[in-house]
């Protein structure tokens, strides 16, 4: 189930944002919401190791708090959550970005942009994120961050997470192939476990949860290789599973960013792999990212995520794409940094690249 928090001081808005993410999500994904009527509540339940929630709708002004402050407290204590901005305000851009924001809604367009960006931020998710599974004759998801382990007796299969046990048909060696790259160990012939649930190992059995579950020959130096062997204690396990998360952001460090700071592109987050293109235009047939101005072509640009970590522009319109004031030329490529600014048309279209 996926977990959001909403932190805004306005009820009305927080009520809109609610119907939102009904309307989004209600058909496709099991889902709860827990609001906070201001930033105080919020910032005490960040002071916890683990918070209620993995996807957080978050206004930027309060009366004494910077929702960008919450932000950053979460990215330093490494929160298992992610961030989407909901804002009236439109000059924190980039500071969005800076703390892996997947989102920066203004309230004025949130009717409309905050269901394309749920709409992203879903695809994402769900990307190495769950399990699908057939249980007593109905579809499932379940999110690997909340399983445990999965316990096979015969061919029924049966899921441990921290609320429920799911029962499902099926064999564990399909299952360690379907999600084994995602922070997931088989210890016995009938036990596949989340590493990072493991708290310790003692002879031939280790703790998850409140249960000591064999581990086999066959599989007891992987499960060893867990703890440090220097500190001789058993206990004491390597901080090296972080595999399995379920924030999006947590997986990005690596990632650049095109960020709209300007125009009909103000707010627009747009986080990019090295050697993924990205198309802007008029054109959404072919363009991730949508204008609808007069000015602007069909297909205006190409971006591109180089592997150094850079960017190539390539300017594909009749009236211009500019980096850092200087235009490139119909047809015409450019490497651009992390930094620099890129006008579509005029200095009135503007994104920052990240």
């Not at 947590?250 to 700071?261: E, R």
């Amino acid at each position: 189930m996926l977990r959001i928090g909403i932190c805004d001081e306005n009820a009305e808005n927080r009520e809109s944002v609610r119907k939102i993410l009904t309307k989004v999500l209600f058909y496709n994904e099991e889902f709860s919401c827990m609001e906070y009527a201001d930033a105080e509540t919020l910032e005490q339940e960040l002071e916890r190791e683990t918070v209620p929630f993995n996807l957080l709708l978050l206004e930027i002004t309060f009366q004494s708090k910077n929702g960008l402050q919450l932000a950053k407290k979460i990215r330093q204590k490494k929160l298992d959550v992610d961030i989407i901005f909901v804002t009236e305000e439109t000059k924190y851009v980039y500071e969005g970005y800076d703390v892996q924001a997947m989102g920066y809604i203004l309230k004025k367009n949130m009717s409309v942009d905050l269901p394309v960006c749920l709409q992203r931020y879903m695809a994402g998710y769900r990307q190495g994120k769950m399990l699908t599974i057939k249980s007593e004759s109905a579809y499932r998801t379940v999110l690997l961050a909340d399983i445990q382990y999965i316990e096979s007796n015969g061919r029924r299969l049966l899921i441990h997470t921290d609320r429920e046990e799911i029962p499902f048909y099926g064999k564990l060696a399909d299952i360690e192939e379907q999600i084994g790259n995602y922070g997931f160990l088989r210890i016995h012939q009938s036990f596949l476990v989340r590493k990072s649930k493991i708290a310790g190992l003692q002879g031939y059995e280790v703790s998850v949860g409140e249960r000591w579950l064999p581990v086999s020959r066959r599989y007891y130096r992987k499960v060893q290789e867990l703890f440090c062997p220097e500190s001789g204690n058993l206990f004491q396990r390597q901080d090296a599973d972080q595999t399995v998360t379920r924030s999006v952001a947590l997986h990005m460090d690596d990632n650049g960013a095109v960020i709209g700071t300007k125009g009909e592109l103000l707010g627009v987050i747009y986080r990019m792999k090295k050697g993924e293109h990205l198309y802007l235009g008029r054109d959404l047939s072919i363009c991730q990212i949508g204008m609808t101005k007069s000015t602007v072509s069909r297909k205006h640009c190409v971006i591109q995520r180089l592997e150094n970590g850079n960017y190539e522009i390539e300017d594909c319109s009749k009236n211009g794409v500019y980096v850092e004031g200087t235009r490139i030329g119909k047809g015409n490529k450019k490497e651009a940094y992390a930094g620099n600014r890129v006008w579509i048309c005029d200095a009135s279209q503007e994104l920052r690249l990240g």
